[in-house]
């Protein structure tokens, strides 16, 4: 994300699932970690609740155009794992392998790039109706209040939909840097979007409703075409 860099392991090479929900961490001893995982949850009950969602299921169900639901009620740690597998799409240069578009590399111009640019919408707006879903998700993101990252990824989602429409008009072409001039330009403007998403969120102030304004048009500063 930070350098344009790919990433050491492939998305599928992931057969894991996501974390708990965080009650069950924080239990202080066998008996209360037990009496926990007794107790009725929207994280599931017994051993789904145990487990988790597979990330691989629930990355797929993110990238379903038409979901009549999210089929998922995930944990806030969980939501921040697969919104940070979404950037690493949005940032990657490697093409996505879509699994379920049906005929969508002929009704799309552009080829494969159209497909991954509505797969990563997809993404993104169905990651936010899972985090919506969220039963702890309000707690986490009143403004002023301070929250480990991993307990709020609202400000990855709004980069993740920043980059994106980036790329739709153009100001952020995804491509490997070269030099070291780049990769820092690259790093000091990333590092930047998601200082001023979070000191905005932070003060409550809205961000743009539109999901893919481009990120000059809500006040964050864009890349300069040398970055691509």
Same mark, same amino acid.
């Given at each position: ?8 392991? !492939? ?24 009496? @926990? ?9 017994? &051993? ?10 629930? #990355? ?6 038409? *979901?009549?639901?999210? *089929? ?14 979404? %950037? ?7 093409? %996505? ?10 009704? %799309? ?5 159209? @497909?991954?640019?509505?797969? !990563?919408?997809?993404?993104? !707006?169905?990651? !936010? ?17 301070? &929250? ?5 990824? &609202? ?38 979007? #998601?200082?001023?998403?979070?000191? &905005? #969120? ?8 539109? *999901? ?17």
């Amino acid at each position: 994300m930070y350098y344009s860099a790919q990433p050491a392991f !492939h998305p599928s090479e992931f057969e894991i699932n996501l974390p708990c929900d965080d009650s069950l961490w924080r239990a202080q001893s066998a008996r209360e970690w037990y009496q @926990i995982q007794r107790t009725p949850s929207p994280y599931g009950v017994g &051993t789904s609740r145990l487990l988790g969602v597979s990330m691989q299921m629930a #990355l797929a169900a993110l990238r379903d155009a038409s *979901p009549p639901v999210v *089929p998922y009620t995930i944990n806030p740690f969980g939501c921040f794992v697969l919104i940070n597998s979404i %950037l690493r799409d949005v940032f990657s240069t490697s093409p %996505l392998q879509p699994s379920n578009t049906g005929g969508m590399h002929s009704m %799309l111009p552009g080829g494969m790039s159209a @497909i991954n640019s509505v797969i !990563h919408q997809c993404s993104i !707006h169905n990651w !936010h109706r899972l985090w919506s879903s969220c039963p702890d998700a309000a707690q986490f993101e009143k403004p002023g209040q301070k &929250t480990s990252f991993v307990c709020n990824p &609202t400000p990855y989602y709004w980069l993740a939909r920043f980059a994106e429409g980036a790329k739709q008009n153009g100001s952020l072409v995804i491509s490997p840097l070269t030099g070291r001039g780049e990769v820092e330009d690259r790093f000091r403007i990333v590092k930047s979007w #998601l200082n001023q998403i979070n000191a &905005t #969120l932070q003060s409550g102030s809205p961000l743009s409703p539109n *999901p893919y304004d481009s990120p000059t048009a809500v006040g964050l500063p864009g890349f300069s075409s040398h970055l691509s």
